[in-house]
């Protein structure tokens, strides 16, 4: 079992950048590979960025590859998504996820979300 609790949402300007964090609970959170989703308004939930355990591989949307940058700190327990040149579009809640399965669906383990929201 893993609790996940999402931090640093927030309101930005276009072009800005915002970066969130994801505090993950219990003693093995390295063994987990890591994901960020997000969901807007009207929309399904989509596929943001993941990286498995050791962080030695990444895998990002088309949509934000270039401009997003997921990272993790095992002896932390948190797994971070720096977000560059953000666009409107962007707007939307961001959720972090852990499963076992490197991939890009059906997660296990779902944060409650944080809000970001990219004004034009």
């Known amino acids: 079992q893993v609790q996940l609790v999402e931090f640093g949402g927030g309101l930005v300007q276009a072009g800005g950048s915002l970066r969130l964090s994801c505090a993950a609970s219990g003693r093995t959170f390295s063994v987990y590979v890591m994901g960020w989703f997000r969901q807007a308004p009207g929309k399904e939930r989509e596929f943001v960025a993941a990286?498995?355990?050791?962080?030695?591989?990444?895998d990002y949307a088309d949509s934000v590859k270039g401009r997003f940058t997921i990272s993790r700190d095992n002896a932390k327990n948190t797994v971070n998504l720096q977000m560059d040149s953000l666009k409107p579009e962007d707007t939307a809640v961001y959720y972090c996820a852990a499963d076992r399965t490197y991939g890009r669906g059906d997660y296990d383990y779902w944060g409650r979300g944080t809000q970001v929201t990219v004004s034009s």
């Open positions: 990286i498995n355990w050791s962080g030695s591989s990444t």
